[in-house]
């Protein structure tokens, strides 16, 4: 089976860098992607790590261990239309089988 | 170009009645997913779609819950004798195929179907 854990909520302040952390035991694991689903509105994707290591893009950044089951999404000069759900997703062996976590909800503060 | 669509956007039922929820995704992408996102919680896969393959259904919650995928891209979900546990948001995403090796594809998905089952 999956299990994921990410933490229910986070606040941060307008410019700050915040991480959010996921956890995740898989039977089988071809790679991981992280979501954002603004209140309302359908998930998006915002990167896919297979190997270990950070990958960045832009204020957005992902790092994977697959040894320590274990991935952070790393954002960066946070802007208030960064206040969404962030979703972790495993992806088993089967290579299309995505889980989501139940998504850590971002409150940007001024 | 064109993103992923689904209708209704919103579909208030009865408890008992039958829904279809349709999903039209990117043309080109051969693989379909259906999940469904309670309230506070996160995305529960129900069933894929790849080409011509036979649909992995192991995600479908109960034999009221049946998809299917018309020349390999509109799809209709439809969930029989409606419950008011089946509320929830029913989302649609689609994708290129899976290579299978170290690489996937991103989802990309619809705006989703709210049901509501009084």
Not at chain 1, 82 to 95: H, M, N, R, V, W
Not at chain 2, 44 to 70: H, V
């Amino acid at each position: 089976g999956q299990n994921i854990d990410q933490p229910t909520e986070m606040t941060a302040t307008e410019g700050a860098i915040v991480q959010i952390n996921c956890t995740y035991q898989t039977s089988g694991f071809n790679g991981l992607f992280w979501y954002q689903q603004h209140a309302g509105e359908a998930p998006t994707f915002l990167s896919y790590n297979v190997l270990d290591g950070l990958e960045e893009k832009g204020r957005f950044s992902s790092f994977l261990s697959r040894s320590k089951g274990y991935s952070y999404l790393l954002l960066k000069e946070l802007q208030m239309k960064d206040s969404a759900s962030y979703l972790c997703a495993p992806e088993g062996a089967g290579s299309y089988q995505l889980t989501f976590g139940k998504g850590t909800k971002l409150s940007v503060i001024p | 170009g064109a993103g992923v669509s689904q209708s209704p956007s919103n579909k208030v039922t009865e408890k008992g009645k039958d829904v279809e929820l349709r999903c039209d995704p990117i043309s080109g992408h051969t693989a379909l997913y259906w999940y469904r996102q309670s309230l506070g919680q996160g995305l529960e896969f129900l069933i894929y779609f790849q080409g011509n393959s036979a649909p992995d259904k192991s995600g479908l919650p109960s034999d009221r819950f049946s998809a299917e995928r018309t020349g390999g891209s509109v799809s209709t979900l439809t969930i029989q004798r409606t419950q008011q546990e089946d509320s929830a948001v029913y989302l649609c995403a689609s994708s290129l195929p899976a290579s299978g090796g170290v690489s996937s594809y991103e989802q990309y998905f619809g705006p989703g179907t709210r049901l509501t089952v009084t």
